[in-house]
């Protein structure tokens, strides 16, 4: 039981890369969401699918962009990296429940 | 002022302690509560979901929700060194997509 599949697990990448995350589940979820974990900012969201087909911006969607490819599958991309992107990114999925998270992405811009 | 407020500790108790986490917030629409339990270098888990107020008892945790007051609490009896993590709570109000607000966390450390 899968669950929430984040890949990669960790990157590293220069300012001005762009670099596309994936987030696949295998629960049947209608929605997914992206939300970046920073020290002392909790978790905060930046997109959101409330089911496939649409998506829709979070709290801090600025520098990235997101596509719902299917029913499992919501990836996350930055098209031009920043050093303020640096940060734990994390994917969930629900329906009408309570979120389930994957193990997250940490990503580092230099 | 944030709409939910979590203090981030560390909160560091001895094994065998009961631990109280706390969460207070200003929307008087949250109806929906939840905690999650978060440990170093993994998502964020599902701990406990409540609707609306009064207690919930999972083993030994405990939520409880004073919609009065605008406070939620878990209480975790007997605590364990494995229980050492951060704790996030979250809360939503009625209807639409489904995305809750959540508490910056606090970080329980307890040691043998």
């Known amino acids: 039981n899968a669950g929430v599949t984040q890949t990669p697990k960790f990157q590293v990448l220069k300012t001005g890369q762009s670099m596309t995350l994936q987030c696949a589940q295998d629960m049947n979820h209608n929605s997914m969401y992206w939300y970046r974990q920073d020290p002392g900012m909790g978790l905060r969201l930046i997109y959101y699918s409330a089911s496939e087909g649409t998506t829709d911006k979070g709290e801090v969607p600025n520098g990235y962009n997101v596509s719902r490819l299917n029913k499992r599958e919501f990836s996350l991309r930055l098209e031009s990296a920043a050093p303020s992107q640096t940060s734990v990114y994390f994917c969930a999925s629900s329906v009408s429940q309570p979120q389930h998270f994957g193990d997250g992405t940490r990503l580092s811009i230099l | 002022q944030k709409e939910v407020e979590q203090d981030p500790g560390p909160l560091s108790v001895p094994e065998g302690a009961i631990v109280s986490l706390n969460c207070t917030y200003s929307n008087s629409a949250f109806q929906y509560f939840m905690w999650y339990r978060q440990y170093s270098r993994k998502g964020p888990e599902l701990l406990m979901y409540t609707y609306s107020s009064g207690n919930k008892e999972d083993g030994r945790f405990t939520a409880q929700v004073d919609k009065s007051s605008k406070y939620i609490s878990l209480f975790i009896r007997d605590s364990q060194p494995s229980d050492s993590a951060t704790y996030l709570c979250?809360?939503?109000?009625?209807?639409?997509?489904?995305?809750?607000?959540f508490g910056r966390g606090t970080s329980l450390i307890v040691h043998p």
């Open positions: 979250a809360m939503k109000g009625p209807g639409g997509s489904y995305i809750p607000t």
